[in-house]
């Protein structure tokens, strides 16, 4: 195989038995060096894990290198465990970081990690699971890392050397394979320089059709349309649902797929599926997150066979998932990031604008900014696209259970841990300050409320060091013999409402059972106690509260209730459901591998699990039938 420059120069430093960080534009063929590692760790009879940083992600990685390697290939996902023992596991960053901490001995026969899309440890709610999965890799395994272009990625890999003791080479890669080309709709005119718009003292409407109809006459097509949000996706697809962009033979072609696929995935009967079809005859579709997975698959699929000329989409879209177009249109340069809404962060528009330009197929790719005038202004338009990629900064923020972990195995020398971080590598005095502040306040709290005594990890404390992300609520449950009292209904309740986030506004159902009330009472009250010394000992995030706006839809669910009437129990999208629904299957079973759980508890716990994971949350079914 003839490959580039950079891949060639990952490559020889892999050979020669180094870890790598590579840096390089989306598209540019950052996968191909993950496939050297693995095909020449099967060739070896060394072992690889693969970790990417969402389940969807994972389980496209599983089927392509499934249709490359075959069984050699298995998948853990936390609701999925596909070929466990295989010498490739692909895997999520959370379920890697919690083998590293819990049983780091599963990790020997392992030599090489590789983390996709690396600079996710900038990503504010979940990037502490990268971070700690670099300062506890096991001293045996090298690194393969794979970035969007960052700036400073020399820094991050001399973090990485500083706390290991042994040289990362860096790659860099910053031309892209296939070059882009911008272009901006403005007051409804379109210019490939976003000078053109200083001019305009008025602004009229920015009209689709007018964007769409220039692209085609430009063969821009098929084109990713990126949106902010659910709704506005569905709205865009259907005000462009009069045109067809399909010959008479792709259109045949294209519902005849469309019907296989939706027979196989059981979704003929599915009221999205079935609105779809009229966009979908047309060469229109729509996907995010609110869908079923199986339906987004099936979306995916038509999209790769390049029948799909138009699809509106959220950004989900652009990480990872190998769906490249020849164009690219961005709604807006604005998107809501966690608590407010700005500007979009630079390498963030290059993720999906990276989507544009298919390798081997385009000789550019084409960009297409939506602007208006009266939300953003020109100079800002120009910091997004020609500005220098952000860098790479740590979002460190250890859970309890992670300092639980660290407790039992290195006492109050835990607190020599913080400066292996990249936090501490990349921060001020004051900074690590706080920082050290904020575990020692963590550890406190953690010995006030019994989880250590006498420098030993308690029963309770025992239970918290496995379910990460709601251990103190659990823990609380347990302790009090709450858990081992509930039945299958009360245990589903427990999990779907820790794990389960509300949307702006969204109300909780107003006829909850009595059990659920009970349950809802009980949690209440555990969390004020814990809120409340977090608050004394200044911990910040707070514990999460559990929400009960899908206990009743659980509850459907568990007596057996379809999934179209489960979905009446509530106003969360169907895709949301099932991805909560397996969300409680993957926090059931770290409730049930505690070691400290009982066989009471365990045996509940696997027949809960059993009445959840069916029908469409089951996920490996999913896989087994794509």
């Given at each position: 195989?003839?490959?580039?420059?950079?891949?060639?120069?990952?490559?020889?430093f892999?050979?020669?038995?180094?870890s790598?960080?590579?840096?390089?534009?989306?598209?540019?063929?950052?996968?191909?060096?993950?496939?050297?590692?693995?095909?020449?760790?099967?060739?070896?009879?060394?072992?690889?894990?693969?970790?990417?940083?969402?389940?969807?992600?994972?389980?496209?990685?599983?089927?392509?290198?499934?249709?490359?390697?075959?069984?050699?290939?298995?998948?853990?996902?936390?609701?999925v465990?596909?070929?466990?023992?295989?010498?490739?596991?692909?895997?999520?960053?959370?379920?890697?970081r919690?083998?590293?901490?819990?049983?780091?001995?599963?990790?020997?026969q392992?030599?090489?990690?590789?983390?996709?899309?690396?600079?996710?440890?900038d990503?504010?709610?979940?990037?502490t699971?990268?971070?700690?999965?670099?300062?506890?890799?096991?001293?045996h395994?090298?690194?393969?890392?794979?970035?969007?272009t960052?700036?400073?990625?020399?820094?991050?890999?001399?973090?990485?050397?500083?706390?290991?003791?042994?040289?990362?080479?860096?790659?860099?890669?910053?031309?892209?394979?296939?070059?882009?080309?911008?272009?901006?709709?403005?007051?409804?005119e379109?210019?490939d320089?976003?000078?053109?718009f200083?001019?305009?003292?008025?602004?009229?409407?920015?009209k689709l059709?007018?964007?769409?109809?220039?692209?085609?006459?430009?063969?821009?097509l098929?084109?990713?349309?990126?949106?902010?949000?659910?709704?506005?996706?569905?709205?865009?697809?259907?005000e462009?649902?009069?045109?067809?962009?399909?010959t008479?033979?792709?259109?045949?072609?294209?519902?005849?797929?469309?019907?296989?696929?939706?027979?196989?995935?059981?979704?003929?009967?599915?009221?999205?599926?079935?609105?779809?079809?009229?966009l979908?005859?047309?060469?229109?579709?729509?996907?995010?997150?609110g869908?079923?997975?199986?339906?987004?698959?099936?979306?995916?699929?038509?999209?790769?066979?390049?029948?799909?000329?138009?699809?509106?989409?959220?950004?989900?879209?652009?990480?990872?998932?190998?769906?490249?177009?020849?164009s690219?249109?961005?709604?807006?340069?604005?998107?809501?990031?966690?608590r407010?809404?700005?500007?979009?962060?630079?390498?963030?528009?290059?993720?999906m604008?990276g989507?544009?330009?298919?390798?081997?197929?385009?000789?550019?790719?084409?960009?297409?900014?939506?602007?208006?005038?009266?939300?953003?202004?020109?100079?800002?338009v120009?910091?997004?696209?020609?500005?220098?990629?952000?860098?790479?900064?740590?979002?460190?923020?250890?859970?309890?259970?992670?300092?639980?972990?660290?407790?039992?195995?290195?006492?109050?020398?835990?607190?020599?841990?913080?400066?292996?971080?990249?936090?501490?590598?990349?921060s001020?005095k004051?900074e690590?300050?706080?920082?050290?502040?904020?575990?020692?306040?963590?550890?406190?709290?953690l010995?006030?409320?019994g989880?250590?005594?006498?420098?030993?990890?308690?029963?309770k404390?025992?239970f918290?060091?496995?379910?990460?992300?709601?251990?103190?609520?659990?823990?609380e449950?347990?302790?009090?013999?709450?858990?081992?009292?509930?039945?299958?209904?009360?245990l589903?309740?427990?999990?779907?409402?820790?794990?389960?986030?509300?949307?702006?506004?969204?109300?909780?159902?107003?006829?909850?059972?009595?059990?659920?009330?009970?349950?809802?009472?009980?949690c209440?009250?555990?969390?004020?106690?814990?809120?409340?010394?977090e608050?004394?000992?200044?911990?910040?995030?707070?514990?999460?509260?559990?929400?009960?706006?899908?206990?009743t839809?659980?509850?459907?669910?568990?007596?057996?209730t379809n999934f179209?009437?489960?979905?009446?129990?509530?106003?969360?999208?169907?895709?949301?459901?099932?991805?909560?629904?397996?969300?409680s299957?993957?926090?059931?079973?770290?409730?049930?591998?505690?070691?400290?759980?009982?066989y009471?508890?365990k045996?509940k716990?696997?027949?809960t699990?059993?009445?959840?994971?069916?029908?469409?949350?089951?996920?490996?079914?999913?896989?087994?039938?794509?």
């Open positions: 195989m003839l490959y580039d420059r950079f891949q060639q120069e990952a490559i020889d892999i050979n020669q038995g180094h790598v960080i590579v840096s390089a534009p989306t598209g540019a063929g950052k996968t191909a060096i993950a496939e050297h590692v693995i095909t020449a760790s099967i060739e070896q009879n060394i072992g690889v894990i693969y970790t990417a940083p969402i389940k969807a992600l994972s389980n496209q990685k599983f089927r392509d290198f499934q249709a490359q390697f075959g069984d050699k290939i298995g998948l853990l996902t936390g609701d465990s596909l070929n466990a023992s295989a010498p490739v596991l692909i895997m999520t960053t959370e379920i890697f919690n083998k590293i901490l819990d049983e780091p001995k599963s990790l020997q392992y030599s090489w990690i590789i983390f996709d899309e690396i600079h996710y440890i990503n504010p709610e979940r990037g699971v990268w971070e700690e999965s670099l300062i506890f890799l096991p001293k395994m090298n690194i393969l890392g794979l970035s969007a960052i700036p400073n990625i020399k820094q991050f890999a001399s973090w990485i050397e500083s706390i290991h003791n042994k040289p990362v080479k860096t790659v860099i890669e910053e031309k892209r394979p296939v070059p882009l080309h911008f272009f901006f709709q403005a007051s409804n379109i210019a320089k976003i000078e053109h200083k001019r305009l003292r008025f602004s009229k409407p920015n059709f007018g964007l769409i109809n220039y692209l085609r006459s430009q063969e821009g098929p084109c990713i349309y990126f949106v902010f949000g659910r709704r506005r996706a569905e709205e865009l697809a259907s462009l649902a009069c045109s067809n962009f399909l008479g033979e792709e259109k045949t072609r294209i519902l005849k797929m469309y019907s296989a696929l939706c027979e196989r995935f059981d979704l003929k009967n599915d009221r999205t599926a079935q609105n779809l079809y009229q979908i005859q047309n060469g229109i579709a729509y996907h995010h997150a869908m079923l997975p199986t339906l987004k698959e099936v979306i995916e699929r038509l999209f790769t066979s390049r029948l799909l000329k138009v699809i509106f989409t959220t950004e989900t879209f652009a990480l990872g998932i190998n769906m490249p177009s020849r690219v249109i961005f709604d807006e340069l604005r998107k809501f990031y966690g407010y809404v700005r500007t979009l962060k630079t390498r963030d528009f290059y993720q604008a989507r544009a330009g298919r390798r081997g197929i385009d000789t550019e790719g084409f960009v297409y900014c939506r602007i208006n005038l009266q939300r953003i202004r020109i100079d800002e120009k910091r997004v696209i020609y500005g220098k990629p952000e860098e790479v900064r740590s979002q460190l923020n250890n859970s309890y259970a992670t300092i639980l972990n660290l407790y039992a195995k290195y006492k109050d020398d835990l607190f020599k841990i913080y400066p292996l971080s990249l936090h501490f590598f990349q001020r004051n690590q300050k706080e920082a050290l502040r904020l575990i020692e306040a963590k550890l406190r709290l010995k006030d409320l989880y250590i005594k006498d420098g030993c990890l308690t029963e404390g025992e918290a060091k496995s379910v990460y992300g709601y251990e103190l609520i659990l823990s449950l347990y302790e009090q013999h709450i858990l081992e009292q509930l039945d299958e209904f009360g589903g309740v427990v999990a779907v409402s820790a794990v389960f986030e509300p949307r702006k506004n969204q109300r909780i159902p107003s006829n909850l059972s009595k059990n659920t009330r009970q349950i809802k009472k009980m209440e009250e555990i969390y004020d106690g814990i809120k409340h010394k608050e004394k000992l200044r911990i910040y995030p707070f514990s999460k509260l559990p929400y009960f706006h899908m206990s839809a659980m509850e459907a669910w568990l007596r057996g179209d009437k489960t979905l009446r129990f509530g106003d969360t999208d169907e895709g949301e459901v099932v991805r909560y629904f397996r969300m299957v993957q926090i059931l079973r770290e409730i049930s591998d505690a070691q400290i759980s009982s009471l508890l045996d716990i696997k027949e699990i059993r009445v959840i994971n069916r029908d469409v949350v089951d996920a490996e079914k999913q896989l087994r039938e794509g």
